[in-house]
């Protein structure tokens, strides 16, 4: 009787173990899914030409911009989401055309947020900023991408726009990688307690592989071996300062994920936050180089 008591007790223990496992497995399942299926529209859409990047990147804009939103009704700002919503789809769209376009639709929505708060008695300030910061933080930090795709044409231009991005992609999960590993020295404990040194210094070798596969291609005059590790390490640099900038937002408000939109990743805003400031970065350390 002891012994089957002692079986009895050893396997009601191993139970929670092993549903634990099993519901491990079935997350990184369902993670790996929305993760693949995300990168493959994203590739897809700047593989096929220069409007369906725009069209992508302004869902995304416009998707990132609602969950940022979302969060400042949370700390307590009352954001006009019409007008910030429209001109986060606008910026992408309108990098399809000249520079001056652009830079319309950044007075234009000046403008409007301008004649709303004159109009309404009961907007502050603080509402005013937090409208006008959504649209240029997502929609026009976001159209670098665009601006990078219709800068060369064809199969380069694809490339090098799938490249800009996958060089982010890849030194988030280097960087992760690394840091779970070795990581022992926190960059951010205050703000993002999980980010080390070491991780970061492996999110630059994974970027690094990205350009120098760039460079390999011989596709690009101009990017040459020692633009390419430049290139290399400040994209890194700034996908992680994009990084840290979110992971500051929401821990000011509150909050885990910036929304719930793909299961095992958070929100777009999640996935989108290195590509904010790393791509733009990118653009113009491309043009500065003559390589665009």
Request: charged share 15%; aromatic share 10%.
């Amino acid at each position: 009787m002891e012994q089957n008591g002692s079986e009895d007790t050893k396997a009601n223990a191993g139970a929670p173990t092993e549903q634990k496992a099993r519901k491990s497995l079935s997350g990184l399942a369902v993670r790996t899914a929305y993760g693949l299926g995300y990168a493959a529209i994203f590739i897809g859409c700047l593989a096929l030409g220069r409007y369906t990047t725009a069209i992508w990147v302004a869902i995304m804009s416009v998707l990132c911009c609602f969950e940022f939103y979302r969060m400042m009704r949370r700390d307590g700002k009352v954001p006009n989401e019409q007008l910030g919503l429209v001109a986060a789809a606008l910026f992408p769209i309108s990098a399809l055309l000249r520079g001056e376009v652009e830079i319309g639709v950044m007075f234009l929505l000046m403008l409007a947020v301008g004649l709303w708060y004159v109009w309404s008695p009961r907007t502050r300030l603080a509402d005013v900023a937090v409208t006008f910061f959504g649209p240029v933080y997502t929609g026009f930090m976001l159209s670098a991408i665009v601006l990078t795709r219709v800068s060369m044409e064809g199969f380069p231009g694809a490339l090098l726009s799938v490249g800009v991005c996958a060089s982010l992609w890849v030194s988030d999960s280097f960087a992760y990688l690394v840091g779970s590993r070795f990581g022992k020295h926190k960059m951010a404990p205050k703000i993002s307690p999980h980010k080390s040194w070491e991780g970061f210094v492996g999110g630059i070798v994974g970027s690094a592989l990205i350009w120098l596969i760039l460079y390999a291609t011989h596709l690009y005059a101009g990017l040459s071996l020692p633009i390419a590790f430049v290139c290399s390490v400040i994209v890194s640099i700034m996908g992680v300062f994009g990084d840290l900038i979110e992971s500051r937002i929401k821990r000011g408000v509150g909050v885990k994920d910036s929304g719930n939109l793909m299961p095992g990743h958070g929100g777009m805003l999640d996935r989108s936050d290195s590509l904010i400031f790393g791509c733009l970065t990118a653009h113009l350390l491309l043009v500065l180089g003559g390589i665009l």
